[in-house]
């Protein structure tokens, strides 16, 4: 479409040249040092994977000022239920950034697990602050029992409730021309400002993967220390009581603690294999022998053990997977009989 009906070739300019420099105007640029492969993404496709990434963190702020004022903990496990999603944002950023390099097809599955691990996280948080609000499954069923059936007035009660205001910290132009001056000016960086490193054209693992998980890091951090500050040293990611959170917290709820800790950690060995021996079919060319090839059974166990020591970072987010999920599998797995004993 762009080369027989627009008339637009690879790197072509566009929208006046704010799209994409020609080609002469780049290699004009006092730094750099090399030329745009044809797969570069134009600045226009940048806009939006910024944007993205950006707004997203705003988003998760708002959420978490949101708890602040409501005073509603459950809020904030709603943040650390989108970080997932953040970090997939962040693999198909750093992915671009090398120019899609197949070396680098990992990111590409990370990613996936990334959005499904946050949908997964996500659902967790909201169906938590569901209940907070007074809501159950009951509610599923749009149509009352009864003219006189009083299920769903507590959370009638509740969306009642006048909403407490708090003066914004900035306005909603200033926010605005904040993300939109933050968006262009990493649009253009890395777009221009890569063409002068040798980074981008020689596709490193190590680094693409430190770009992953150090930046959905920082931001983590940042909430783990703002949960510090405001709990007086209190580091819990989910609000469960008094106490911090810990493996203690998960033997509270007995055997349905224990049979959810089991689940959470299943799920991290299932998924943990596969990624392992697809990333060696990335690395070598062939899938892992495991049973015959000694050497490939030992690459796929490094590629695990690499994981596990990485998953070691997210130990509370598991733990609080783990006690989100235990009321479910007392009540569905283990029919209540967990809480009698």
């Known amino acids: ?148 059936d009083p299920r769903g007035l507590i959370a009638d009660g509740i969306a009642a409730t006048p909403l407490t205001l708090v003066e914004p910290e900035e306005t909603n132009q200033v926010l605005v021309a904040k993300v939109v001056g933050l968006t262009l000016f990493l649009s253009y960086l890395v777009k221009y400002g890569s063409l002068g490193i040798d980074l981008p054209f020689e596709p490193n693992p190590a680094i693409a993967l430190a770009t992953v998980i150090g930046i959905p890091g920082v931001t983590a951090f940042r909430y783990w220390k703002d949960s510090q500050t405001e709990g007086e040293g209190n580091t819990e990611l989910f609000s469960f009581g008094d106490t911090s959170l810990s493996m203690a917290d998960v033997k509270k709820y007995g055997v349905s603690g224990t049979v959810a ?15 392992a021996a697809f990333a060696l079919y990335q690395s070598t060319g062939h899938w892992p022998d495991v049973i015959n090839e000694t050497g490939d059974r030992a690459a796929v166990l490094a590629f695990v053990f690499a994981g596990a020591n990485v998953a070691r970072a997210f130990v509370p987010l598991r733990l609080g997977a783990a006690l989100a999920l235990a009321p479910w599998v007392d009540e569905n797995l283990l029919g209540g009989k967990s809480a009698d004993e």
């Open 261 to 275: 800790y089991v689940l959470t950690e299943l799920a991290f060995w299932i998924v943990a294999f596969p990624v």
């Open 1 to 148: 479409l762009g080369t027989n009906v627009l008339g637009i070739e690879t790197h072509s300019p566009f929208l006046f040249g704010a799209g994409d420099l020609s080609e002469t105007a780049t290699l004009a640029l006092p730094w750099v040092t090399h030329s745009e492969p044809v797969n570069a993404l134009s600045i226009p496709t940048w806009i939006i994977h910024f944007s993205s990434v950006i707004e997203y963190l705003v988003a998760m702020n708002l959420v978490w000022k949101f708890s602040q004022v409501t005073q509603n903990e459950k809020w904030k496990g709603l943040t650390w239920g989108m970080l997932p999603l953040h970090a997939s944002g962040i693999c198909a950023c750093t992915y671009h950034f090398f120019y899609n390099p197949s070396s680098l097809q990992f990111l590409v599955s990370m990613q996936a697990g990334f959005t499904l691990l946050g949908n997964i996280t996500c659902m967790i948080a909201a169906y938590r602050i569901a209940k907070s609000n007074g809501w159950n499954f009951d509610e599923v069923n749009p149509f009352p029992r009864s003219n006189s």
